[in-house]
């Protein structure tokens, strides 16, 4: 509720999941600065989409390369199962 006489503020929440999978959340008062500061983290956010995107785009290409690369030169790796007959 506000009173008469009090200012109205704009806060800036980024709400995320951290690298523990758990949701964080940022409240941030800017002030007068706000266009200012909001700008600078959505072009930070869009930076950041766009570096992982690359970064997912070029591991693709290099497990293609790889995949490739082993069906050409017709090496394979097999995996064999533990022995579960012996007796421990």
């Known amino acids: 509720m506000l009173l008469h006489g009090e200012r109205k ?18 409240i941030f008062d800017f002030g007068k600065k706000i266009e200012e500061a909001q700008r600078k983290i959505y072009d930070r956010m869009l930076a950041f989409r766009f570096a992982r995107e ?23 790796t097999s995996i064999e199962a533990p022995n579960c007959d ?3």
């Open 9 to 26: 503020d704009v806060f800036t929440i980024i709400e995320y999941i951290d690298g523990f999978n758990q949701k964080q959340t940022l």
């Open 54 to 76: 690359g970064l997912l785009e070029s591991q693709k290409l290099t497990d293609k390369n790889v995949k490739q690369q082993s069906l050409s030169t017709g090496r394979t």
């Open 86 to 88: 012996s007796k421990t």
